[in-house]
Every structure is written in C-alpha cells, then in structure tokens.
C-alpha cells in the first residue's frame, strides 16, 4: 500500500501545488493527465521527495494528519539519489552517453547472474534492441533511451516507479523492423511490449504515470491538476 499525506509545494512562500491524502494498494497503478505547464512533474517530483524521508518521519505525517511540505527553492538541486523502493524517470532519460546499452542497464544492479543477463537479453530482444547491446548511449535515439531505463527499472522491481512525460512519442519506432508512426495519436507496436513490462513491476507494487490526457486502460486511478490542485478525474 502506498499511503501519502497531504502534500503542499510551495515556491518561496506561495503554494504551487497541492496534493491530498493518497492511497493506492499494492499492484494498482495511477495516472495523471493534464496539460503542460500546470505542475505534472512536480507532482512526482514531490513524491519522490517525501519517499526520501526516513520511514519514521513518514509514518508521522501519516498517523498525526501533519502536510508535508516542500520548498522548491530549497530543494530543486535534488541529487537524484536512487533507491531501489522507489524510481523516478524523468522526462529526460538518465542514460550515461559514454555507456554502452548493456552497461547502461548493469549499472546499478549488484551480483549479475547468468538469469539476470539473459533477462537483459530478452527484454533488449522485445524492442529489437538486442542488436544494440554494444552502441554508447550517446548513439541512441530518445525513444530507445526511454526504452533502456525502462527495462533497467523493471530488472530493479521498485516498489512503486514514478514516470514522467509517458506519451505516445514513447511508442514511437525504437527499430527498422517496426512501422513508423505518421498519424497523430496513433502509437506503434511497441506500445503492448511497454505495458507488458510495466506490469511485471504493478505486480509486485505500484505505477504512478504523468503525461498529458490520454486514455491508457492499464490504469485504474486517474487524476488531474485544476486549480493549482491534484483531482480525480
């Protein structure tokens, strides 16, 4: 279960964003879909921020009712430190340029086994990219980037992964051998293949999705932004 208290983002002193009380069960997945410019990733952002808190000051937000609140001028230089219950991929991926496709999913993952690298090899295999193990991340496309950090967080299995800008631009052709995608709106084969993996990590946690307002039945709470306020749809 992911439990959230209620969430307040302020710029300086005024309020920016707030987010109320979340509760999402473990293998269910949330989307949030709004316009640009309006507070999606600090939405997630915020989020992630509150996981990194020590788990006895989140269970004291969450038990005395206590709004957390983050100050963005404070905390916008934000390391990035990862942890493995909880993943944040941003907008842009966070590939290493000078890495290879193979040592850009290996990074972060200890003890590499014969089972896992052959999961990197099938997953890699699902996009056509297996080819590719070798090429540096500075060679890759931006889809084909998304698809690498994708894959790296599903050899992760966080507890919950947050993502960030999930739009059809995704989908788009990460491989010769898939057709281009030339009409608006319409997304290419790739699109089964990612959700296929997503659900590996909705099985054992949660998904919490942002991009813009688009119908994904994957998820089963959807969200969005009014007012300067996080809402259900």
Known sequence: MLELPKIVVKDGKD???TIDELKIPDGESLFLGSDNA???????????LYLQ???RRREKYIKTGETYIWNIQKTRKFSGR??????????????FPELTVYQNI??????????????????L???????????????LSMSEKKIIE???????????????????????????????VDEPGKVASSHDKVFELL???????????????????????RYTIKGGRVVVV
Do not use: C, W
Request: no cysteine; charged share 30%; glycine share 4%.
């Open 106 to 123: 290996r990074r972060p993952l200890k003890n590499l086994n014969i089972r896992m690298k052959n999961k990197i090899i099938d997953y």
């Open 15 to 17: 309020t920016i964003l």
């Open 38 to 48: 309006v507070g999606k990733s600090t939405f997630l952002e915020a989020i992630y």
């Open 150 to 180: 994708l894959i790296r967080s599903v050899l992760l299995l966080p507890e919950l992964l947050l993502i960030d800008d999930f739009d059809p631009r995704f989908f788009m052709k990460v491989s010769s051998s898939e057709p281009a």
């Open 53 to 55: 808190l020590g788990r």
């Open 82 to 95: 990862r942890r493995y219950d909880a993943l944040l991929l941003r907008h842009s991926p966070a590939i």
């Open 199 to 221: 659900e590996l990590i909705r099985k054992n946690g949660t998904i919490i999705m942002a991009a813009g307002k688009i119908e994904y039945p994957f998820f089963m709470h």
């Open 125 to 139: 295999r699902l996009f056509d990219l297996q080819s590719k193990l070798d090429k540096k991340g500075e060679n």
